[in-house]
């Protein structure tokens, strides 16, 4: 069935192009005058076509002969390496093991292609409040973050818990001091500008070190560490997260006009750009090689606490095993799946950012589709989409063959695609693994981003998902719709 | 009606002694031959008629006056005097605080009585993983633990599950090396053994340190603390908790043949006792002044991590304010109730011994009911009882009374009143507070205890629960019964 329809597309009878880009169309074939899907009738039964296809990788991947492998190899990593933060040496040791080991599986075209990304390096960090009673207030400097002198520097506390309440106190006020900032959790989207912006909001104003209340809505007295970004022209000052608990006293202790002095010390250091590498390996197509290749993706990189197994170890493996298993079962679809492990993901994605320049010159006949899982791989829902009203009508359609997985939730626009966002957001289509994540942020960027998150047959689920749409959506007789803006 | 009662029972007519001891009695008033209870309707009729006073203790604790003071008094002490540790000079200046404090409250007989409490200080603390790669292992000496020589210790690793698994290793590969126990949690009474034990099981066969998985269910990267007990004979070896996501990383790379060394360093050091005070305040009977005493209690130290939010200062504070809302709503039952805060509990239930042994000529006199809450004071599901038959009989009535609550649930026996248990396990009758606990091990003994488990509106309807069964049971026209076992 699906060979017949591969030749009807080819020759165009059903209106539309069926490889390379599809610019400017006027016609909407997916959909009806009502924005409803009005897919051709033969692609809908291509589609569903795939069913039995998509059982037998379930079956394999979550009850089968792969069971369990997902989380030992990713145990492996990380039991193995650690964290893999960029410019670490334990990163390009991971990278080192992730080639050889794509390459044991069979994988093919393995290699890695170079990215600059920020080599940044936490020293001795430690933050007391001295007065008015001594208590360790843990805390992780923030990406980017220059350190104290050496010695530290003591200095009273100014708490507030929102910009809008800081934008209302004097400078005068601000001078010299720390400032807490101790926002509600809102959200990340909402609540990350903290972290990122806190330090330059409050050097503005003369203060000399700005802590955050951790990016996170759910504490047991863990610090959550992330990039923050000095703006330009400001004096640059250390800027710390410190755990929500911690912020909520300083925070009340300040209303209730307690004076309290905290003697900062951190040794953090920007080091400049060093070279680190994404990690790609492929499944070879059997009709088109290098064209119109189906991405699957997530960043092997982490932040420097924890082992970085959730974010984004997860994300890592189930694109690289999404391909192993394939593999194994014989399964090669027209186009290339080609799996990419970013580097420097969590500083800026970097590594996506270097790749999407490598491969700027050939982007439109050479992508197809992005996949990338960078939220979590907890059990997974079904898949969040970005792109045109046609694509969105098929990927409607290629969700509802994850019912096996229980996994046939469908949302658009992603919002869970950082790396891919390099294209997705110039009009490629793309998807995102959606999961049941709603503690993802309890663990994130903290030291409780380790194995323990990640649960052995969730991990397959996500594999089989993860096989099971980027092998359709390879194998279909059309590409994928786009409208690129440039 | 309440007044009428009493004299029939003063009497005896309702065949038991309506105050003191009543010992070796045959006939269980309370029970059908069928175990199931038969209170006499006069006894049912009066607990019955304390519904409008429950009602009104309700009304203005969760949603009158007094809603929100019982949080805002903890988040005082705790932002003031942070943690709590026995022989810290922070508990002896809580403890002046409260004294003060509760004067200030017009508690009566308010005053304090001495215990000794064992004196042991944290130091530095590190724990490094040094091969194969380097990685911090969070930890936490335990209670009582010995600290390392200075500079530390480095040796290799040996990790099992279990004291089973440990059994059959010989002491040859034991000898020299650092022990790591990762149990499975099997709820708190089953897997606190290791925490407890694991320093002289490990030592036993030469081992020169001893780490154990935190003994929680659930982690982000915290350790959790707690005491542990060298058995006699013997070497005293370092020991500390580190996370549960370590061990289990440690564990696996164990069984996996990887080679490890971890670079340990504990400046803990055990100082000896000092006096520590048990904090009391009264509200005193009517009839009964300093016989039949309704005790109302939890414990102000905690440990030295955290403030002791949770573990015990919700636990204090209702048994202390308890006592100031009825004072202010003018209602004085006719037995004294008496809240005792006692010290030194987390290194052994010290304040309570001392409290036992300086009350013990008179205390089948002096004590009617004992109430501990310590297990924490999120929303309050009922009670938790232990006494014979007949007390048991009155309280399932009594706790119907908190049905304004939505917390009518009745358990036997009690297992959440370690400092009464001095007195129940001898047979006096008591209650433990009864709450939705379920998450209460996620902060115990760690950095997570703190302000932001309590939550206001909880901790008002624990407040309200504690006064009103404290109420009850201090005017009820009979004692509650008891069958003392010395």
Redesign the interface.
């Known amino acids: 069935m699906v060979s017949g329809l591969l030749f009807l597309y080819a020759i165009g009878l059903l209106g539309f192009s069926s490889a390379g880009v599809t610019n400017n169309r006027i016609d909407k074939f997916g959909l009806n005058n009502d924005g409803s899907c009005k897919l051709p009738d033969v692609l809908l039964k291509e589609i569903h076509g795939y069913q039995p296809i998509v059982n037998k990788i379930v079956d394999k991947v979550v009850n089968g002969e792969f069971a369990g492998q997902t989380w030992d190899r990713l ?2 990593l ?6 893999r933060v960029a410019g670490s040496v ?1 990163l390009e040791k991971a990278i080192d093991f992730v080639i050889e080991k794509m390459q044991a599986d069979g994988l093919e075209n393995v290699h890695t292609e170079n990215a600059s990304v920020p080599h940044w390096v936490r020293g001795y960090e430690s933050a007391q409040l001295v007065k ?4 360790n207030l ?1 805390l992780l400097g923030l990406g980017s973050s220059i350190g104290t002198p050496r010695g530290g520097i003591i200095a009273e506390v100014l708490a507030v818990e929102s910009f809008s309440e800081f934008d209302k106190i004097s400078e005068e006020k601000v001078r010299g001091k720390i400032v807490v900032f101790c926002p509600p959790w809102e959200g990340y989207g909402r609540t990350v500008v903290y972290r990122s912006q806190a330090a330059s909001v409050a050097s503005r104003k003369g203060a000399v070190a700005a802590l955050v209340r951790s990016i996170t809505p ?5 610090p959550h560490t992330g990039q923050q970004h000095y703006q330009d022209g400001v004096k640059k000052i250390p800027v710390a997260c410190i ?4 912020a ?2 300083l925070l ?2 300040y209303r ?1 006009g ?1 004076k309290m002095e905290i003697h900062l010390e951190m040794e953090d250091r920007p080091m400049g750009s060093v070279i680190s590498r994404n990690s790609i390996g492929e499944l070879v197509g059997t009709i088109y090689t290098n064209t119109s290749v189906v991405v699957v993706s997530g960043h092997l990189d982490s932040w420097d ?3 970085g197994a959730m974010d984004d170890g997860g994300g890592a493996l189930i694109s690289w095993k999404a391909l192993t298993y394939l593999k194994a079962m014989g399964l090669r679809p027209r186009r290339t799946i080609r799996a990419i492990l970013w580097t420097g993901e969590e500083e800026g994605l970097y590594g996506g950012a270097a790749y999407k320049e490598a491969h700027k010159l050939q982007e439109q006949k050479e992508f197809n589709f992005f996949f990338e899982s960078d939220i979590g791989t907890f059990e997974p829902r079904g898949l969040d989409f970005v792109g045109n009203a046609d694509a969105e009508c098929i990927f409607r359609e290629i969700v509802k063959l994850m019912s096996p997985l229980n996994a046939t939730e469908f949302e658009t626009p992603t919002d869970g695609g950082p790396d891919i966002s390099h294209w997705t957001t110039r009009g490629f289509p793309g998807a995102s693994l959606l999961n049941k994540n709603e503690k993802y942020f ?2 994130h960027h ?7 998150v990640e649960d052995p047959r969730n991990l397959d689920k996500c594999a089989a998902l993860w096989a099971a749409a980027a092998y359709v959506v390879a194998d279909l007789s059309i590409n994928i719709p786009k409208d690129i803006q440039e």
Request: charged residues 25%; negative net charge.
């Open positions: 145990a492996e990380v039991d193995t390496f650690g964290s334990q008015p009673f001594s208590k843990p759910f504490s047991i007295g863990s755990t929500v608990e911690d909520q006293m009340r202790k209730r307690d606490v924890g082992v309890w663990f903290s030291a409780g981003d380790t194995m323990a």
